[in-house]
């Protein structure tokens, strides 16, 4: 698997507080992204990297925002989290962009109770 | 934005039987990517097709790009307890830097 890391990898919080979820990788990769998967809808786009401190929105970025500051470290942050977000979170990882594969990290399950 | 549609959402087969999931897209796209996600695991690449009408196969995995590059097929032959998984296709995003996924195909096999 390439090199990277998700943290935490479970999650349980409280409506209304804010949360940071981490991807960390060691392969240099400058499109990095956060994807939320929940049944029956797939793997949807929240937000992505095109390098440091270049960031944009995806098809469900309402509610959350990202942050990167190296090119190691691409943070996902939901200021207020909701019930709605219950959802497990993907990052991944790529080389080229959408030239070339994507790569997962294990997951974030997060629970907004 | 670039959408991709994949057809069925389940499929529940035995082992041995084929099984075809398919992609369809309203635009035409410059590439299609296809992913395997193992129960409780991560989406995991298999392959890219990029050329109209290209068709790759990986041992029993058979992926088809269509003449237009606006559907994409992939086809399991005689299918075993392994394939067991949701089969997602995944296209460009409309800003070119990210991957659109459409809802995949969750095979369920049974000895």
């Known amino acids: 698997d390439a090199g990277i890391t998700q943290s935490p990898r479970h999650k349980v919080t409280e409506t209304g507080t804010p949360v940071t979820l981490r991807c960390h990788q060691t392969e240099n990769h400058r499109y990095m992204y956060w994807y939320r998967q929940d049944p029956g809808h797939g793997l949807r786009l929240i937000h992505y990297s095109y390098g440091v401190k270049d960031t944009d929105k995806g098809e469900v970025s309402d509610g959350y925002s990202v942050s990167r500051s190296k090119t190691e470290d691409f943070l996902l942050t939901l200021e207020s989290a909701t019930s709605s977000q219950t959802s497990v979170y993907f990052c991944?990882?790529?080389?080229?962009?959408?030239?070339?594969?994507?790569?997962f990290g294990q997951g974030t399950r997060l629970t907004v109770v | 934005g670039q959408q991709v549609m994949q057809i069925p959402q389940y499929q529940h087969v035995q082992e041995g039987e084929d099984f075809t999931t398919y992609c369809n897209s309203s635009t035409t796209l410059s590439n299609i990517q296809w992913y395997k996600q193992r129960p409780g695991g991560h989406p995991v690449f298999l392959i890219q097709?990029?050329?109209?009408?290209e068709v790759k196969k990986q041992k029993r995995l058979t992926f088809q790009f269509g003449e237009a590059k606006k559907n994409s097929s992939l086809h399991i032959t005689a299918t075993q307890t392994t394939d067991v998984g949701t089969y997602f296709c995944a296209g460009p995003s409309d800003s070119g830097y990210a991957l659109n996924f459409g809802k995949g195909t969750s095979l369920l096999v049974t000895p």
């Open positions: 991944a990882i790529s080389g080229q962009g959408l030239n070339t594969e994507a790569f």
């Open positions: 097709l990029v050329k109209s009408g």
